[in-house]
């Protein structure tokens, strides 16, 4: 297995590229006055991060190429349909309450409370591609048997993981578009199995990349996927989402009875009302 040592300074180069994207992406935010732009910005900053990364650290050779492919399909996806489908809408309502709660002076706390620390994240996030292209031997993915099962399981799990999340935000897309009442629920399609597969889906396809950097030998960039895996499920993914979406739309309570919140599984039965009662 080929030897994998960080570039410390190719990182911390990756870092201020990533920051100085953040700011900018702020004083657009202030004169927009709408933060939600970061959603659009999140998955750029993270290939930024590898860009900025590679010519830094000199890294070269097949592994490269594929990661920088995996992470730029992934990225840019995910910010061209989250920029097509804010367009010409008001700031997202989870950023309407953080401003709120931060007045006054949002415009200014905001480039600490959202843009540096999504920046931050960013960066943590992207480490196993880091580490993924950081491999101190010429030799490719392919390299050994272990390298090849390694960067197989890994190509799998990015596949499975980019369905679940472009499937999942086509399908909850459709339904925005032609749903008939503001309480109706999607549990038609993946969403019959998860009430989010595209979080699922991200955080699948970056243990992928994470089975890719461990080909590498870099088994501590682990840190990565778990980072996003805890911010999908804990902070600004599900737990976010769910914080009150059953007080505004009641039919959600039995969606969430029935269906897993994360990881896909066929829906349960709900129990049955006794005879006469």
């Not at 594929?66 to 010409?88: D, E, K, P």
């Not at 994470?210 to 996927?225: N, Q, R, T």
Request: proline share 5%.
């Amino acid at each position: 297995m080929p030897e994998t040592v960080l570039d410390i300074g190719a990182w911390l180069i990756a870092l201020a590229a990533i920051l100085l994207a953040a700011v900018a992406a702020w004083v657009v935010s202030v004169i927009r006055r709408d933060v939600s732009i970061v959603d659009s910005l999140w998955s750029l900053l993270i290939l930024l991060g590898l860009v900025a990364y590679i010519p830094a650290s000199g890294a070269a050779g097949a592994r490269v190429w594929l990661v920088t492919a995996l992470v730029a399909a992934w990225a840019l996806r995910l910010s061209i349909y989250i920029t097509v489908r804010n367009h010409g809408q008001a700031e997202d309502r989870r950023y309407q309450a953080i401003r709120r709660n931060n007045e006054p002076h949002f415009w200014l706390k905001s480039l600490y409370i959202v843009f540096l620390l999504q920046g931050f994240l960013a960066w943590v996030v992207c480490l196993p591609a880091i580490a993924a292209v950081s491999a101190q031997t010429p030799s490719g993915p392919l390299a050994s048997p272990w390298a090849a099962l390694l960067t197989g399981l890994g190509l799998a799990l990015w596949l499975i993981g980019m369905f679940f999340e472009t499937v999942g935000d086509w399908q909850l897309a459709r339904f925005r578009r032609d749903r008939k009442s503001a309480d109706a629920v999607l549990d038609t399609g993946l969403w019959r199995f998860t009430r989010h597969p595209n979080y699922f889906g991200e955080a699948l396809l970056w243990w992928g990349i994470y089975l890719v950097a461990l080909s590498a030998g870099a088994w501590w960039a682990f840190i990565g996927p778990l980072l996003l895996t805890f911010l999908l499920l804990r902070v600004s993914g599900v737990a976010l989402l769910e914080k009150d979406i059953a007080a505004r739309r009641p039919a959600y309570r039995e969606y969430v009875r029935r269906t897993n919140a994360f990881f896909p599984w066929p829906p349960r039965p709900l129990p049955q009302a006794a005879d006469g009662v």
